[in-house]
């Protein structure tokens, strides 16, 4: 290795969150026991950063971006190129990725963006399905089955026309819970083209033999199809060419392990990492301590806060908080406390509120303790990080910075 210390990023994303009435009042993150990520707080630096700069949507492709210090304004393309990286698709210079969700909509309304949180399994029969069946004149496309409703289309472009403008708007199914989804359909260049393969995809899908079996099993059906998210490939420069540090990342979302991927970091996959509440949160603690021994940096990133809060279910934002709490970031803390010379640092992407049930581009509570670093005496919450008299990061993406300062 060529650096000695080490270091970890913890990621409960979407942790950060508003007071809420059913917890007395209290955020998440105050209400949940967390005698570790305290531990990081009280015994390092507290602060709060922005993590989505203005113009963008309050979402986790810009804040990860952010998060490990690449500046949206200059290297975010959109959010399925990410995946695509993640799953090895390749894309060439005319060619764009489009975020495929498998959804519920009933009686015109976002009933549920997850399609009932539809199997990986189920998932790629629908998606093989759409892959036969629909065509758009002009550029050729491709339908890639991601984990459960997650998926990717690709539209090849070649040497043509691109499909797609600065113009072009797309909305995310999960900003709009229960909405009529008349109002947030694609709009610009390119918006026919989506609104007639979206249309057609949904009519495929709510007939398929595998929505009557889940209708018949009470279950909800994934009857449409939801594209957005589109965009052309990114290039990043290499994390370890520009921090001379070899990363890893450990994630269940394909979004997460894209930005991993195109910063040159390796993927570990973990059996049992689900990116749902049900996620096997100590076979990531473990995996993590292991990376130690081969990386110089690692991170972890949890997606369940945010799917607790995409539900609106507060105690299960708190249970989940607290497993990562007890088996992620309590692992990892007395793993890097053995070795010594080594830094931890918790940051939520962005928030993801209850109240809403969907992203906000409030800034977000970050703790990070270790070598060098002086105690706040604070606990983790965002009422402390913002009087603790910590450091207010406008741009996000220098919280890496402070991170890696000797």
């Not at 199997?119 to 339908?143: H, K, M, Q, W």
Request: net charge negative; hydrophobic share 45%; proline share 6%.
């Amino acid at each position: 290795m060529n650096n000695a210390r080490k270091y970890v990023l913890v990621i409960p994303d979407g942790a950060a969150d508003e007071p809420c009435a059913s917890l007395g009042g209290l955020t998440p993150l105050a209400a949940a026991r967390l005698p570790e990520m305290d531990a990081v707080s009280r015994g390092g630096v507290l602060g709060m950063s922005s993590n989505v700069p203005e113009r963008f949507l309050p979402g986790s492709d810009v804040a990860t971006l952010s998060l490990f210090g690449y500046d949206p304004e200059v290297y975010f393309t959109g959010r399925a190129p990410l995946e695509a990286a993640a799953m090895g698709i390749p894309l060439g210079a005319g060619d764009w990725a489009v975020r495929c969700n498998l959804t519920t909509i009933a009686d015109g309304r976002m009933a549920d963006f997850t399609a009932g949180h539809v199997t990986s399994d189920e998932g790629r029969v629908l998606i093989e399905a759409l892959a036969g069946a629909l065509r758009t004149e002009g550029f050729a496309i491709e339908f890639h089955a991601g984990v459960s409703y997650r998926n990717i289309m690709i539209v090849r472009g070649g040497s043509g026309a691109s499909p797609f403008g600065e113009d072009t708007s797309t909305t995310p199914p999960h900003d709009i819970p229960d909405q009529l989804v008349e109002g947030h359909l694609p709009r610009g260049r390119g918006s026919e083209m989506l609104r007639g393969l979206m249309r057609v995809g949904s009519e495929l899908l709510s007939a398929h033999p595998i929505n009557a079996a889940r209708v018949a099993a009470g279950k909800r059906p994934a009857n449409a199809v939801w594209l957005w998210g589109q965009g052309s490939a990114p290039r990043l420069p290499k994390f370890e060419d520009t921090r001379g540090l070899k990363g890893a990342i450990i994630a269940a979302v394909d979004l997460v392990r894209g930005v991993g991927v195109l910063a040159g970091w390796d993927r570990i996959d973990v059996a049992g990492a689900t990116g749902y509440l049900d996620t096997d949160y100590a076979a990531k603690g473990r995996a993590a301590v292991a990376a130690l021994d081969r990386y110089d940096i690692v991170c972890v990133h949890v997606e369940a806060p945010d799917e607790a809060s995409h539900e609106g279910r507060a105690d299960a934002k708190v249970t989940a908080l607290e497993r990562i709490d007890a088996e992620i970031v309590g692992p990892l803390r007395r793993a890097l406390e053995a070795r010594g010379n080594a830094r931890i640092l918790i940051s939520p992407d962005h928030a993801t509120l209850l109240r809403t049930r969907a992203h906000d581009r409030a800034p977000v509570p970050w703790a990070m303790a270790g070598a060098g670093l002086e105690a706040s005496g604070l606990a983790y919450d965002e009422a402390s990080a913002r009087a603790g008299g910590g450091p207010i990061l406008k741009e996000g993406r220098r919280l890496m910075d402070l991170f890696l300062k000797a």
